[in-house]
């Protein structure tokens, strides 16, 4: 399936499950109190995206002199991408990584590891910035921001379940209130619809790390350079796994946080070995090899 359409079904799934929990939990105004609640902070969290994100992983702005080959990378694959060159960041940590934020791509920054510029040849780190950019060019901070909106808001309902119940239960009219059904399914919903939730936001993200490595291979037009960086970036991630808040884990190019396979329906990320085959594929039809 296009990973285009795959983000718009997850999302629509997501919308979907919200109107059926809030109805279910707090009616028109439950409703409306978890979506304002969950739209404020993860507004304040979308328009200030590129700066807590190099804040909170250290990145430290690097000037044109201090690595003139990355700016000229950068600025060659923004060129051929369409896209104003992002302002370029480092990571002072040797495990080697990257990522892209900021609102839109006037707001664009991107940061490497100072651990990727000393592993990656020039051509496997121009696929590398090339995905990074594929995000940026996507819009993928934006839809990231959505599915969390949604998400959150999810999950604000349900908290606020759980203290109706406590306080003796709650319906949408006084004919069900305490009606053992409706107090049955309300508890469901408690339980299950943040799981729910969190699995399709996390659908998303592996879908639109599909979309970027396929975007990014088609910018530098070398699906093969990204595949072989994204096999070095797994092996060494797994052995030297990077200290970062969970919540940036889905914006690094590989998962930053553990040498452990995770269970796919929780990653953030898909399986390297899923993401190479389907750059070699694209390679295939490319006649590339």
Not at 79 to 87: F, I, V
Not at 187 to 202: N, T
Not at 275 to 286: D, H, V
């Amino acid at each position: 399936m296009n990973n285009t359409l795959k983000t718009f079904i997850l999302l629509a799934a997501l919308t979907v499950l919200f109107l059926i929990v809030g109805d279910l939990l707090g009616g028109r105004y439950g409703v409306t109190v978890a979506l304002f609640m969950a739209l404020f902070m993860n507004l304040f969290a979308y328009w200030f995206s590129d700066k807590l994100a190099l804040a909170m992983s250290g990145a430290k702005p690097v000037a044109e002199h201090e690595d003139p080959e990355l700016h000229a990378l950068v600025a060659d694959l923004a060129r051929r991408a369409g896209l104003p060159k992002p302002r370029v960041y480092m990571i002072p940590t040797e495990t080697p990584n990257a990522f892209a934020t900021g609102r839109n791509p006037a707001h664009a920054a991107v940061a490497v590891t100072a651990g990727i510029r000393r592993l990656l040849t020039r051509d496997e780190l121009e696929g590398v910035l090339a995905h990074e950019l594929a995000h940026i060019k996507n819009r993928d901070i934006l839809i990231s921001s959505i599915a969390a909106v949604i998400a959150g808001a999810i999950s604000y309902l349900a908290y606020m379940g759980q203290w109706a119940l406590f306080f003796g239960g709650f319906s949408r009219d006084d004919d069900d209130r305490g009606h053992p059904l409706a107090l049955l399914a309300a508890l469901v919903a408690i339980i299950l619809a943040p799981l729910a939730a969190s699995l399709i936001q996390l659908a998303i993200s592996r879908s639109r790390e599909y979309q970027a490595d396929a975007t990014g291979a088609r910018i530098c037009r070398c699906p093969l350079s990204l595949a072989r960086a994204l096999e070095k970036l797994e092996a060494w991630n797994r052995r030297m796994p990077m200290q970062v808040n969970p919540a940036q884990a889905q914006m690094f190019i590989v998962n930053p946080l553990s040498g452990e396979t995770l269970m796919k329906l929780f990653s953030t990320h898909p399986p390297i070995e899923d993401r190479i085959a389907k750059l070699q594929e694209l390679a295939r039809r490319m006649h590339l090899y």
